[in-house]
């Protein structure tokens, strides 16, 4: 599986960002999606999640109420809808890929199998 992520940019605080996935191979839909967010001189951490079929989503309490995470699994496409965006969401954002990731471990980077090249989210005050 291949991942390409696209959709960051330079937003004002309380702003509004749409980031896509879009993943190469026919086995996308088998996959438990991810998108994690490394800042500067920070760990990569989690921000959400979604199951295969789209069924469950998951996500960080720093995001919780303000991101979406959906997917088009015709499309081969992984979203991250963001709003109320906020400093400390400046970030470099990742989508990555997982085969069969229990609910416990969806928020463990090492479980994916799979990572993009990342978007850069900046948020300004």
């Known amino acids: 599986v291949q991942l390409q992520a696209s959709g960051g940019g330079l937003v004002q605080a309380g702003g509004s960002l749409r980031l896509s996935c879009a993943a190469s191979?026919?086995?996308?839909?088998?996959?438990?999606m991810g998108w994690f967010r490394q800042a500067p001189g920070k760990e990569r951490e989690f921000v959400a999640a979604?199951?295969?079929?789209?069924?469950?989503?998951y996500y960080a309490d720093s995001v919780k109420g303000r991101f979406t995470i959906s997917r088009d699994n015709v499309k081969n496409t992984v979203y991250l809808q963001m709003n109320s965006l906020k400093p400390d969401d400046t970030a470099v954002y990742y989508c990555?890929?997982?085969?069969?990731?229990?609910?416990?471990?969806?928020?463990?980077?090492?479980?994916?199998?799979?990572w993009g090249q990342g978007t850069l989210v900046t948020v300004s005050s």
């Open positions: 990555a890929a997982g085969y069969g990731i229990i609910r416990s471990q969806l928020r463990n980077a090492l479980q994916y199998d799979y």
């Open positions: 979604i199951t295969s079929n789209g069924g469950s989503t």
């Open positions: 191979g026919r086995t996308f839909s088998s996959y438990v």
